[in-house]
């Protein structure tokens, strides 16, 4: 190796490193898959979908016609190749599909999420992982999506929207802080940690500039206290998938053991995952068995290098008595008796609300103006800082309601009784900010594409007044045409 501060863009340091875990016959083939452009995938939206074969396969056709690969360990997710550009499509940004690199869809899989569970995301944006979990909750449980940082809380919030998840809160806490306002509570977390990120490099050659001989151990120190935390939340019973994109032992298995250590409470149990290898066996903790967690490779999957373990703790849920917490409802109190009198009249004229039935009272909280309905199952939550407190309701101001593009985007057409299905023209006009011509009923309307929500209107009459964010206009490929 030579003694050179990078080789061929990569610090040289790391590469030495690869070369000591690897051995020299793999190693070469690694180094050899650095110099190849990463793979990209996507996975569809089965919330708003339903994933059928039929309805998948007309999506594919439209947004990565080139696509004839599946991603082997998540189902209805493709690999796809330039020129196919399916994040400039309508079909994205009304939440028919995630982009996501490949790898990164392995860890929620391993979770064994099941509906009506309640589960944590710890460290959760973009979304990614975050909407694989919400498509297995089906709707039912609750699902908190944590992101310390706000900028990176923003956009998971947003892109929760896009994909019409009913049953998130999104927060924008520390896991201390969690911890302390939730106790035990959750069936099932997902530790995707921060990271050194060596298994991205590839991808984002910005993080090589940014890596240090020192970067492993700050991250392995984070990690354990955020570990800490999650278990802390987690039911006796429960599961923690702790995931990293980095190769560093000290971040993986040296992590793993020491959680394990501090931590007798907790078993590693098995998994198989096509295309890993065991983990490497910890110097410093050899009594544990980290030939359970798996190492994702570059050379070996189409995919870029991640780290997977799972964690089990022993005992059952029903040991745990639920705390019940005499916290004062200051800024989560519902709507006052007027709002929501006004607020019912309106969801009554249009909705179906057999299908859409109108939200109890004591089930709404409001933040400012903004009336949300959490998850059933989310306890008050007052003192924290929430980007998403469920599904997001609207407005009333001025005796007027204004429902939410969150609320257009979570709602099925057969669930509202106005709706316009727009013409591929008029679809290109709403989209990028335009009315729509229509004598037809006066009142909010619901307008779709191809039977998939993109949005509400107001109809006076005359013309349909658009209603879709004006952060989120934009023109697309005229050649767009419907499914």
């Given at each position: 190796m030579p003694e050179t501060k990078e080789s061929f863009g990569w610090p040289a340091e790391l590469l030495l490193r690869m070369q000591e875990l690897l051995g020299d016959a793999s190693y070469e083939d690694y180094r050899e898959?650095?110099?190849?452009?990463?793979?990209?995938?996507?996975?569809?939206?089965?919330?708003?979908?339903?994933?059928?074969?039929?309805?998948?396969?007309?999506?594919?056709?439209?947004?990565?016609?080139?696509?004839?690969?599946?991603?082997?360990w998540?189902?209805?997710?493709?690999?796809?190749?330039?020129?196919?550009?399916?994040?400039?499509?309508?079909?994205?940004?009304?939440?028919?599909?995630?982009?996501?690199?490949?790898?990164?869809?392995?860890?929620?899989?391993?979770?064994?999420?099941?509906?009506?569970?309640?589960?944590?995301?710890?460290?959760?944006?973009?979304?990614?992982?975050?909407?694989?979990?919400?498509?297995?909750?089906?709707?039912?449980?609750?699902?908190?999506?944590?992101?310390?940082?706000?900028?990176?809380?923003?956009?998971?919030?947003?892109?929760?929207?896009?994909?019409?998840?009913?049953?998130?809160?999104?927060?924008?806490?520390?896991?201390?802080?969690?911890?302390?306002?939730?106790?035990v509570f959750f069936d099932r977390i997902l530790v995707d940690a921060p990271c050194s990120g060596e298994g991205m490099m590839r991808r984002h050659p910005e993080v090589r500039g940014e890596w240090t001989s020192g970067v492993n151990a700050m991250c392995a120190a984070r990690q354990r206290d955020i570990l800490a935390c999650a278990a802390g939340m987690l039911k006796p019973g429960g599961t923690i998938i702790y995931s990293t994109c980095t190769f560093a032992p000290e971040e993986n298995e040296g992590t793993i053991a020491e959680f394990l250590s501090d931590h007798p409470d907790f078993t590693l149990e098995s998994l198989d995952i096509p295309g890993s290898t065991p983990g490497y066996r910890c110097a410093a903790h050899p009594e544990y068995p980290m030939e359970k967690t798996v190492r994702i490779w570059p050379h070996l999957v189409r995919g870029e290098g991640h780290f997977v373990a799972r964690l089990k703790k022993t005992g059952s849920a029903e040991e745990v008595s639920e705390m019940r917490r005499g916290r004062k409802k200051d800024r989560s109190s519902g709507p006052d008796k007027a709002s929501y009198q006004q607020l019912c009249a309106a969801w009554e004229s249009l909705f179906d609300t057999e299908k859409m039935p109108v939200p109890a009272k004591d089930r709404l909280v409001c933040f400012g103006d903004t009336i949300w309905l959490p998850p059933e199952g989310m306890r008050d939550p007052a003192g924290l800082k929430i980007r998403r407190c469920g599904l997001e309701i609207g407005a009333v101001k001025k005796g007027r309601v204004s429902f939410s593009h969150a609320l257009a985007m979570a709602c099925t057409p057969e669930e509202v009784g106005n709706v316009y299905a727009m013409s591929a023209e008029e679809t290109l006009k709403w989209m990028n900010g335009e009315t729509i011509p229509y004598a037809g009923e006066k009142g909010c309307v619901l307008m779709t594409v191809s039977g998939f929500p993109a949005g509400f209107g107001t109809c006076d009459g005359r013309q349909i007044k658009n209603h879709y964010p004006k952060g989120l206009r934009r023109r697309y490929d005229p050649s767009f045409a419907l499914l």
């Open positions: 898959s650095l110099s190849e452009k990463g793979w990209q995938a996507l996975r569809f939206n089965g919330i708003k979908t339903g994933c059928g074969e039929q309805l998948t396969g007309q999506l594919r056709n439209a947004v990565i016609p080139c696509s004839t690969q599946q991603v082997p998540e189902e209805n997710a493709w690999y796809y190749e330039l020129p196919d550009t399916p994040g400039k499509t309508v079909w994205h940004d009304i939440g028919l599909f995630y982009i996501q690199e490949p790898s990164a869809m392995i860890p929620v899989p391993q979770m064994g999420v099941q509906p009506g569970e309640r589960v944590l995301d710890l460290c959760a944006a973009p979304g990614g992982k975050t909407a694989q979990i919400a498509q297995r909750l089906s709707g039912n449980g609750l699902l908190v999506s944590n992101e310390p940082y706000p900028e990176r809380a923003l956009v998971l919030s947003q892109n929760a929207e896009r994909l019409g998840i009913r049953n998130v809160v999104v927060t924008n806490e520390m896991p201390d802080r969690l911890l302390a306002h939730f106790g």
